[in-house]
């Protein structure tokens, strides 16, 4: 639980700098990721529970949610010339290709399956900081981009 919390600060401490100091990718980049934590939370609060943490099969919701993610950051990837939306699109297609290999039944251990769909969710968060942190310089170098 205390990981999750960690990620729940990073996540709005990420949403909250890109959205003083960032521009559109950056803003549109962690309000994906703080969507998915809202949703996800929302989802626990309608059910009254988190998903199956054995990771013994596929986790429907997480799977819809980082194909959702994937599609938008791959989308922000493809419009706007940021370097680090490529390295969070490809985070994002790491989780992604978790839940695939999940889905068709590969000898995934349980382990491996969450690991996989996790921690490229913390490699995300801390780009989009890095990628608004790094805007937020660029600007006070040389002005507005």
């Known amino acids: 639980m205390t990981r ?3 990620q729940v600060v990073l996540i709005l401490l990420v949403f909250a700098a890109a959205w003083r100091f960032g521009a559109k990718p950056e803003k549109a980049v962690a309000t994906i990721y703080a969507t ?10 309608l059910v009254g529970q988190w998903d199956d943490g054995s990771y013994g099969s596929l986790i429907t919701f997480r799977f819809l949610l980082d194909l959702a993610a994937f599609i938008g950051v791959a989308s922000i990837a493809l419009l ?3 370097w ?3 390295w969070v699109g490809s985070a994002q297609l ?3 290709c978790a839940h695939l290999l999940k889905a068709v039944q590969a000898p995934l251990n349980p382990l491996v399956y969450s690991t996989m769909e996790r921690w490229p969710v913390w490699i995300a968060i801390v780009v989009t900081g890095l990628g608004t942190y790094l805007h937020w310089t660029r600007n006070r170098r040389i002005g507005d981009t």
């Open 84 to 86: 680090w939306t490529l």
């Open 4 to 6: 999750f919390a960690i």
């Open 80 to 82: 706007y010339d940021r």
């Open 94 to 96: 790491l989780a992604l």
């Open 36 to 45: 998915m934590l809202f949703l996800d939370v929302g989802k626990v609060l």
